[in-house]
C-alpha cells in the first residue's frame, strides 16, 4: 500500500517554462513534507519542505504547495532549466522521534534547452 | 566538511554470500536510516536508528541485517536470506526537526 504516491513517472518540459510536479499521500498522520532531487547514481539532495501548519513555501525558483484536504503536494519549479533535469522524490513523515521518511517512487523531469 | 560517507561505492557479491554495506557520518547525528532504490521504485525503508544501540525495522527488512554501535556509523549486512539484493542502497541521516542527509550510495550486484 503505496502512502506516497507520484503518479507521473516522467515529464519534459521547455527551459524557461513552468515545471509542476504531483504528489498524493493517503496517510492523514503526514504532517512534514519534503522534496528531493536526485540525479543517477547519487544520492538525493534536499530541495525544500513543508510542514502542516502552511500551505506554501518558497525558495528561489522552488515552491511547494501543500492542500491538506485533498492531502496532495506540488512542486513548482520557474522558470525551469536543463540543470534541473533530475528525479524528483516526494516524502512525508508524521512527527516519531527519528522521523522515518516514506518516500514515492519518483517523477523524471526533462528540461528541454 | 561534515557528511555522510557510504563504502564501497560498488559491490559485487556472490549467490549465498553475506555483504556489509559501510554507512559513516559526522555530523553528529542522532537517527541514521538505510534505504533500498530499485528501477522505477520509490526509495523503501530497510532499517533505521534513532539512537545508539537501538534500531528499527522498516519495511522491506527481511534478509538485512544491521547493528549501531557507534554514533558515527550504521552498517548493513544483505545475508544470503535475501532473495532480490541487487539494488541501489543508501544510507541517511537526520537530527530532530530537520530532513535528511543522504550518502552517495552503494550499487549492489548480485553475480
Known amino acids: 500500500d503505496q502512502q506516497v504516491k507520484q503518479n507521473s513517472p516522467s515529464l519534459s518540459v521547455q527551459e524557461g517554462r513552468i515545471s509542476i510536479l504531483n504528489c498524493d499521500y493517503t496517510?492523514?498522520?503526514?504532517?512534514?513534507f519534503l522534496w528531493y532531487k536526485k540525479y543517477p547514481a547519487e544520492g538525493p539532495t534536499f530541495l525544500i519542505s513543508i510542514s502542516s501548519i502552511k500551505d506554501k513555501n518558497e525558495d528561489g525558483r522552488f515552491t511547494v504547495f501543500l492542500n491538506k484536504s485533498a492531502k496532495h503536494l506540488s512542486l513548482h519549479i520557474v522558470p525551469s532549466q536543463p540543470g534541473d533535469s533530475a528525479v524528483y522524490f516526494c516524502?512525508?513523515?508524521?512527527?516519531?522521534?527519528?522521523?522515518?521518511?516514506?518516500f514515492g517512487s519518483g517523477t523524471r523531469l526533462q528540461v528541454q534547452p | 566538511d561534515g557528511g555522510i560517507t557510504q563504502s564501497p561505492k560498488y559491490l559485487f557479491r556472490k549467490e549465498g554470500q553475506n555483504v556489509t554495506l559501510s554507512c559513516e557520518q559526522n555530523?553528529?547525528?542522532?537517527?541514521m536510516y538505510w534505504y533500498r532504490q530499485d528501477p522505477g521504485q520509490g526509495l523503501r525503508l530497510i532499517y533505521y536508528?534513532?539512537?545508539?544501540?537501538?534500531?528499527q525495522k522498516g519495511d522491506i527488512a527481511e534478509g538485512y541485517s544491521v547493528s549501531r554501535e557507534k554514533k558515527e556509523s550504521f552498517p548493513l549486512t544483505v545475508t544470503s536470506a535475501q532473495k532480490n539484493p541487487t539494488a541501489f542502497y543508501l544510507c541517511?541521516?537526520?537530527?530532530?526537526?530537520?530532513?535528511?542527509?543522504f550518502g552517495s550510495g552503494t550499487r549492489l550486484t548480485v553475480v
Open positions: 541517511a541521516s537526520s537530527t530532530r526537526g530537520e530532513g535528511y542527509t
Open positions: 496517510n492523514s498522520m503526514f504532517d512534514y
Open positions: 516524502a512525508a513523515s508524521s512527527f516519531t522521534p527519528g522521523r522515518a521518511l516514506t
Open positions: 536508528s534513532q539512537i545508539v544501540n537501538d534500531f
Open positions: 555530523l553528529n547525528h542522532d537517527a
